[in-house]
T-cell receptor
Framework: GAVVSQHPSRVICKSGTSVKIECRSLDFQATTMFWYRQFPKKSLMLMATSNEGSKATYEQGVEKDKFLINHASLTLSTLTVTSAHPEDSSFYIC?????????????FGDGTRLSIL | AQTVTQSQPEMSVQEAETVTLSCTYDTSESDYYLFWYKQPPSRQMILVIRQEAYKQQNATENRFSVNFQKAAKSFSLKISDSQLGDAAMYFC????????????FGPGTRLSVLP
C-alpha cells in the first residue's frame, strides 16, 4: 500500500529556531499534499494544501510567513516553522493524495511532535 | 509497528437509519488511544470520538458511539439517526500511549447518506 514517511517524528528545540519537517511519498507520486496541526484532544486543523510545482494554498488564519510550505517534487513536501515559539508546540501531520480529485484516497504520515522550549 | 485497517472503502446509509463503520488494528501495546475522525470536503479532520484503551466502557458522543473490543482489536463506529451532514470520509486512528509515538491512520471509509 501507499506509504507516506514524515521526518523527524520528534523535535525539541529552543525558541527562535526554525524547524523543517519533511513529508515523503515513498512508493507513489503525490500531486497534492496536506499539512495538519493538532491541538490537544482536538481535531486536526488543516493548515494548507500544497500542489507540486505551485504555491501552497493556506487556510484562513494560518500565517504564510510563519509556516513555509514547499512542494518541490511529486514525492516531497516540506513545512518549515520559522522562528518557532512555545505556542507553536504541537503535533503536525501530513497526508498525500495520488491524483487530483476529492474522491482520491489520502495517505497519512506518522506525524511530527514539535516541542519549543 | 502498528497498523490500522478499515475494510470498507465505501458505505451508504439511508437518512435516519443506523450505520456501523468497522476498524481493526494491530498492536502489541496495552495502553493506547483510538480515534474516529470525520473529514468533510473542506479536508479538515474533525474529531468525532476518542477511546482510551484502559477504559472498558465504550465512548459515546451524541449519535456516535463505538464498540471497542480490546481483545479482538476492533473499534467500530456506530452512527445512529444518520443525517445528510454525516456524509464524509471517516478515518480510524491509533496512537500509542508511549511518549513520542505518533498517529497511525486507517485508509478511510467514505460514507454516503441517502435522502
Amino acid at each position: 500500500g501507499a506509504v507516506v514517511s514524515q521526518h523527524p517524528s520528534r523535535v525539541i528545540c529552543k525558541s527562535g529556531t526554525s524547524v523543517k519537517i519533511e513529508c515523503r511519498s515513498l512508493d507513489f507520486q503525490a500531486t497534492t499534499m496536506f499539512w495538519y496541526r493538532q491541538f490537544p484532544k482536538k481535531s486536526l486543523m488543516l493548515m494548507a494544501t500544497s500542489n507540486e510545482g505551485s504555491k501552497a494554498t493556506y487556510e484562513q488564519g494560518v500565517e504564510k510567513d510563519k509556516f513555509l510550505i514547499n512542494h518541490a517534487s511529486l514525492t516531497l513536501s516540506t513545512l518549515t516553522v520559522t522562528s518557532a515559539h512555545p505556542e507553536d508546540s504541537s503535533f503536525y501531520i501530513c497526508s498525500a493524495r495520488v491524483q487530483t480529485g476529492s474522491n482520491q484516497p489520502q495517505h497519512f504520515g506518522d506525524g511530527t511532535r514539535l516541542s519549543i522550549l | 509497528a502498528q497498523t490500522v485497517t478499515q475494510s470498507q472503502p465505501e458505505m451508504s446509509v439511508q437518512e435516519a437509519e443506523t450505520v456501523t463503520l468497522s476498524c481493526t488494528y494491530d498492536t502489541s501495546e496495552s495502553d493506547y488511544y483510538l480515534f474516529w475522525y470525520k473529514q468533510p470536503p473542506s479536508r479538515q479532520m474533525i474529531l468525532v470520538i476518542r477511546q482510551e484503551a484502559y477504559k472498558q466502557q465504550n465512548a459515546t458522543e451524541n449519535r456516535f458511539s463505538v464498540n471497542f473490543q480490546k481483545a479482538a482489536k476492533s473499534f467500530s463506529l456506530k452512527i445512529s439517526d444518520s443525517q445528510l451532514g454525516d456524509a464524509a470520509m471517516y478515518f480510524c486512528a491509533y496512537r500509542s500511549d508511549n511518549y513520542g509515538q505518533n498517529f497511525v491512520f486507517g485508509p478511510g471509509t467514505r460514507l454516503s447518506v441517502l435522502p
